[in-house]
């Protein structure tokens, strides 16, 4: 089946007030592992020299949701935190599209240890079906400096908010009607069941 997606509108309302918390709070359970890790990590950071304070920047391409799937991302932050915006770099159809956006702590800057949490907007319209899947992520990873360049990898839970509307033929009492629904992990599609448990990061960067 074809996906395709909306412009994006009231899909991030859950069909319940408590089920897209409920959700959330799930998956961040499953992921426990990964957020005791991510605070190891922070907390032996701590302990090793910490950058001054500065506004930094950089440009990077990965993937994983905050990088659009297969994207290019723009930073820009000062001290331990930043935010980032990415875009595709990589349509495999011209009516697929996505943005990212995230936010990051990392208390030694430009390396180290790093919390990020991220929302992806994916929209796929056109003549057959239309789809918008919204992806809320928070990732815990390592990012190390290579001079100008770094290396980043992270992984962390995810909780997806699926908008399809079916084609207006060929699926009988289904014809035209919207499905809405959130799930633990990143469900892509109405078919995909129960979706990938968890998301991913993983890029290159030039730091300036």
């Known amino acids: 089946m074809r996906i395709q997606l909306r412009v994006f509108h009231a899909a991030l309302w859950p069909s319940?007030?408590?089920?897209?918390?409920?959700?959330?709070?799930?998956?961040?359970?499953?992921?426990?592992?990964?957020?005791?890790?991510?605070?190891?990590?922070?907390?032996?950071?701590?302990?090793?020299?910490?950058e001054p304070a500065a506004l930094r920047g950089g440009i990077g391409f990965g993937v994983g949701t905050?990088?659009?799937?297969?994207?290019?991302?723009?930073?820009?932050?000062?001290?331990?935190?930043?935010?980032?915006?990415?875009?595709?770099?990589?349509?495999?159809?011209?009516?697929?599209?996505?943005y990212a956006l995230a936010v990051r702590w990392s208390p030694r800057g430009k390396s180290g240890p790093f919390v990020s949490a991220g929302a992806m907007l994916a929209v796929d319209d056109n003549e057959f079906?239309?789809?918008t899947l919204?992806?809320?992520?928070?990732?815990?990873?390592?990012?190390?400096?290579?001079?100008?360049?770094?290396?980043?990898?992270?992984a962390g839970p995810a909780v997806s908010h699926l908008d399809y509307r079916f084609p207006k033929e060929?699926?009988?009492?289904?014809?035209?009607?919207?499905?809405?629904?959130?799930?633990?992990?990143?469900?892509?599609?109405?078919?995909?069941?129960?979706?990938?448990?968890?998301?991913?990061s993983v890029g290159l960067g030039l730091n300036f």
Do not use: C
Not at 38 to 46: N, V
């Open 16 to 50: 319940s007030p408590t089920q897209g918390l409920t959700t959330l709070l799930a998956g961040i359970a499953r992921m426990k592992h990964l957020f005791i890790a991510a605070l190891l990590l922070s907390a032996s950071a701590r302990a090793q020299e910490v």
């Open 66 to 98: 905050q990088y659009g799937v297969i994207g290019a991302r723009a930073e820009l932050g000062y001290g331990a935190f930043s935010g980032s915006i990415a875009v595709p770099v990589f349509l495999w159809d011209k009516s697929f599209k996505t």
């Open 129 to 131: 079906d239309q789809t």
């Open 134 to 154: 919204v992806v809320f992520s928070l990732i815990g990873g390592w990012r190390w400096r290579l001079g100008p360049l770094s290396l980043e990898v992270g």
């Open 170 to 200: 060929d699926y009988g009492a289904r014809n035209g009607s919207l499905v809405r629904s959130w799930s633990y992990g990143i469900r892509p599609d109405v078919t995909t069941q129960p979706g990938f448990p968890f998301d991913v």
